[in-house]
């Protein structure tokens, strides 16, 4: 059960870095239903190959991700290792993107929340523009 418990901290980090409630992830992933989430969160039900990959692509994680830590198995790599739960991604990023995602680190909760909402489309004036100054203000060190 050790590898569950990994791959629970993993599910758990990637949901809610999604913004998602258990409710919500169980939605986004056929033949499970929040309680199973809550369960493999904790370490204490282990999911299909299926329900993992579903969940990488409903929280934006990698699927070999989850996938190696419910097998055991980690990559070859010399760099230290990541704290508990934590999440690794590794992928080229332009450089907007990347400043994209310092700023979003930086962030308070509801400015990531308003930030999300934009990417997946909401973009009404207000929303927008509260957006773009969080962004500026996170980049520029203000508040």
């Known amino acids: 059960m050790a590898n569950a418990k990994k791959v629970g901290a993993l599910i758990k980090a990637a949901r809610t870095d999604a913004g998602l409630t258990q409710e919500q992830l169980a939605r986004k992933v056929r033949n499970c239903s929040a309680s199973d989430i809550s ?3 904790r370490g ?3 999911l299909t190959t299926d329900q993992l990959k579903q969940i990488a692509k409903a929280t934006g994680v990698t699927q070999k991700s989850l996938l190696d830590a419910a097998k055991g198995t980690t990559s070859s790599s010399s760099s230290p290792k990541p704290a508990a739960g934590a999440l690794t991604v590794s992928m080229k ?3 907007t993107e990347k ?4 700023a979003y680190r930086k962030a308070d909760a509801q400015s990531k929340k308003d930030a999300m909402k934009v990417l997946k489309g909401d973009t009404t004036e ?3 523009e509260s957006v773009i ?3 500026i203000d996170a980049l520029t060190g203000k508040k």
């Open 39 to 41: 369960k493999a969160e």
């Open 44 to 46: 204490e039900k282990e």
């Open 93 to 95: 990023v332009t450089a």
């Open 99 to 102: 400043k994209l995602v310092e």
């Open 126 to 128: 207000a929303l927008v």
């Open 133 to 135: 100054g969080s962004a």
